[in-house]
């Protein structure tokens, strides 16, 4: 049997087994607080799995693999970053957005503003947000199936976006969170299981000495006549032709993967399906456990790919090295067990990844779809006249729209690198969705206006830089390859965007002369201890 057709096999019955909760999932979603929230009824464990399944996306398997392989020490900052992030999010908003909010995160900001301006910035900000992390998925999704079936053309590439949106689409207008949250949970099990075997296969290889596989990996992928550069800093960044530009797109790149995360959409709402702030701690602490563990890992599996597989085979396989981890799959399982065994683990790893894209793209979309009928239409468009069924059957609709859009930028995006798209999505989160959170949970002063400018400002800002970056004109790796209208030199806007966004809302705030101490002490004491939680939004 072919890794084609058991490839497809396992992809199937993974499909088929999470439609199945998906059915079961739709028939227990009667109410709002049941699609936006899976009726608050997981434990600590069951959503720390799925926090960390909805955080090791396609970019944590697929692309911090490939640009470890590619770019050695470089990539590796990657891991860290993402792996750093989670403290951030532990210490300063996982408990107290829990505690404050209801359903999205323009809940918390809106308690003590006026409702309307702040929740329209905070929907628009998380559909952006989505939908830059979802291009990074349809991405990986792509390079990922043509690397299974064979598939080299860009059409081909193209239908397996189009089905993996459809797939995704369905997760989220029939399950909503509880049908989402379990398909993560499902999918963080397969993960960590596939990485580690790969881990644990690779490192056995070289006999659990991990200098003898750094050393193998600088020999085969790195710069000839010099490869121990491979491990040390300037493969990515810093580079002689990149100049001082280059170090501070690496400042740059770690201020968003660091605080880009307590800014993400889809990860603050996980925190809503709890029942207790204790389970929303404890659910935080799991989450790092099983992410730390997995960060790890991705550190084997990338120089693991460039000891084993090269950096030559990788880049012909996908430019970008999506492809990396499949690619070591197979050349580790064809050297321990034959070619039968190269076959069996690249179906199975390419299975895993394959979940892990559909199961991150749901939860993406659950998140935008969410707030654009809870925040936009419910509360902006119906000024929080609309009923229950109303708003869930916005959210379904909206799930549709949000999909598509997803599905053609990321037929478009076709050969970036998905780690880098991913650290493109923080940087935008950290500079719109973060200042606001962090001043309304902390800055007794914060008003309407601050939170309009912080987040308008950030997300502006992100957007205008990253239009005019080498990202998008300028360069083979860029969308428009053709086009060259580069006035920004560097990939990542986070050092200019997100301190901007902090300014903005700043000076919104102290312009403004709006303040009302009652409604901070309510929401700080309601951060602190959850109660009258539930009531957040009922004003």
Not at 352 to 361: E, G, P, Q, R, S
Not at 417 to 427: C, Q, S, T, Y
Not at 494 to 517: D, H, M, Q, R, W
């Amino acid at each position: 049997m072919s890794s084609t057709t058991l490839g497809m096999i396992l992809f199937l019955t993974f499909v088929a087994a999470t439609l199945g909760i998906t059915f079961w999932a739709s028939r227990q979603t009667k109410t709002a607080a049941d699609y936006y929230a899976g009726g608050r009824s997981f434990t600590g464990v069951q959503n720390g799995l799925a926090i960390g399944g909805d955080y090791m996306s396609a970019a944590s398997f697929l692309g911090i693999a490939g640009i470890i392989a590619l770019s050695g020490y470089d990539g590796f900052l990657y891991s860290i970053g993402f792996l750093v992030a989670w403290l951030v999010a532990l210490l300063l908003v996982a408990e107290l957005m829990r505690n404050s909010g209801k359903f999205t995160m323009a809940d918390v900001l809106a308690f003590r503003m006026s409702p309307r301006p702040v929740r329209t910035a905070a929907g628009v900000s998380t559909i952006v947000v989505s939908i830059f992390y979802l291009l990074a998925q349809m991405v990986g999704a792509g390079a990922l199936v043509g690397l299974l079936l064979g598939i080299t053309t860009e059409a081909g590439k193209m239908w397996t976006i189009v089905g993996v949106g459809a797939l995704m689409i369905v997760y989220v207008v029939f399950g909503g969170m509880k049908g989402t949250t379990w398909v993560q949970i499902v999918k963080a099990v397969l993960l960590m299981g596939g990485a580690a075997l790969v881990t644990v296969l690779v490192l056995a290889k070289f006999g659990f000495n991990l200098s003898s596989l750094l050393g193998q990996a600088a020999t085969t992928s790195g710069p000839k006549g010099n490869p121990e550069a491979f491990l040390s800093p300037g493969q990515k960044y810093g580079t002689e032709a990149q100049g001082l530009a280059g170090k501070i797109d690496l400042i740059s790149l770690g201020l968003a993967l660091v605080l880009g995360t307590a800014g993400l959409p889809h990860i603050l709402i996980r925190f809503y399906t709890v029942p207790t702030a204790k389970d929303a701690r404890k659910s935080v602490l799991w989450g790092i456990g099983i992410i730390g563990t997995f960060y790890l890992l991705t550190l084997v599996l990338g120089f693991g790919a460039a000891a084993l597989v090269g950096k030559t085979a990788i880049v012909a396989g996908d430019k970008a090295g999506n492809t990396a981890a499949p690619m070591l799959a197979q050349a580790i399982g064809a050297d321990i067990f034959g070619p039968v065994g190269g076959t069996i683990l690249l179906a199975l790893i390419g299975a895993v990844a394959f979940a892990t894209i559909l199961a991150v793209v749901a939860g993406l979309t659950l998140a935008s779809s969410s707030s654009f009928s809870h925040d936009l239409y419910a509360h902006v468009f119906k000024r929080g006249q609309a009923t229950e069924r109303q708003e869930v059957l916005v959210a379904r609709v909206s799930a549709l729209v949000i999909g598509a859009v997803a599905i053609g930028l990321g037929i478009l995006a076709q050969g970036q690198n998905v780690a880098f798209l991913v650290a493109l999505a923080f940087a935008v989160a950290a500079s719109g969705n973060l200042p606001a959170i962090l001043y309304s949970l902390f800055w007794k002063r914060f008003n309407t206006v601050g939170a309009v400018s912080a987040i308008y400002g950030g997300l502006v800002s992100a957007l205008v830089l990253v239009i005019f970056s080498p990202v998008v004109s300028g360069g083979e790796t860029a969308l428009f390859k053709t086009a060259d209208f580069v006035l920004f030199p560097l990939s990542n806007p986070g050092i200019v965007s997100i301190p901007l966004g902090f300014l903005c809302g700043y000076l919104g705030t102290i312009l403004s002369k709006e303040f009302n101490a009652a409604k901070y002490a309510e929401i700080e004491v309601r951060s602190l201890t959850g109660v009258g939680a539930e009531k957040a939004t009922e004003h």
